[in-house]
């Protein structure tokens, strides 16, 4: 009697773990068809542009979204609302030297989710880890994550205070008197991310 019921307890305990054993699937972001806008602020007025994902993955158990990692082309850095080349080339290569985000000696930031929560519908609210010129801190933000099988489109609006990056040129915290030269802390990326087909 004590057999059939050691028996039965390991039977139970073996499907238990099959039935709670996560089943993850990790599905790769179309790097060709996912695009990331970022928009940076002055005093009056701002600037915008475009930014690469170089890869990525979001990881799905059983069609809920549980973690993923992105890795950013710095060196894409594009500038989109200025009509001079010239300018807007000037713009461009600022934000990848020194003042800004060091692109030689960093030349990709990584995105790593580290918990997300499913709320109503296909909402999430992501914690991540966000690493830029090799500091990385945690950020929060919500995301509508549609998914099917192994397909899905994702989309999110971030927000961060680039300062924590140590990207601190004129920052009102950092610099007294910039008036008009006065650069937000604010940054933000409006994301969009497809997986391949």
Do not use: C
């Not at 970022?38 to 475009?50: D, I, L, Q």
């Not at 010129?133 to 994702?154: Q, R, Y």
């Not at 610099?175 to 006065?182: A, T």
């Amino acid at each position: 009697m004590k057999k059939i019921i050691l028996s039965l307890a390991l039977s139970i305990l073996t499907l238990f773990s099959f039935a709670t054993k996560p089943h993850v699937n990790k599905v790769k972001v179309n790097t060709t068809t996912s695009t990331v806008k970022w928009t940076g602020f002055k005093v009056a007025s701002a600037h915008e542009g475009t930014i690469n994902v170089q890869s990525g993955v979001l990881d799905f158990d059983h069609g809920l979204l549980i973690g993923g990692n992105f890795v950013i082309d710095m060196n894409s850095i594009k500038n989109t609302d200025i009509e001079s080349e010239e300018y807007s080339a000037k713009l461009e290569s600022h934000l990848k030297n020194e003042d800004f985000f060091n692109v030689a000696e960093f030349p990709t930031a990584v995105l790593t989710i580290t918990n997300a929560k499913k709320r109503d519908g296909n909402d999430y609210y992501i914690l991540a880890d966000l690493t830029i010129k090799g500091k990385t801190h945690p950020i929060t933000f919500a995301a509508v994550v549609t998914s099917k099988e192994l397909s899905f489109s994702a989309i999110a609006n971030i927000k961060i205070d680039r300062t924590k990056w140590d990207v601190t040129y004129n920052s009102g915290n950092f610099f007294e008197n910039l008036g008009d030269y006065l650069i937000k802390d604010e940054i933000e990326f409006d994301v969009f991310l497809l997986s391949v087909k």
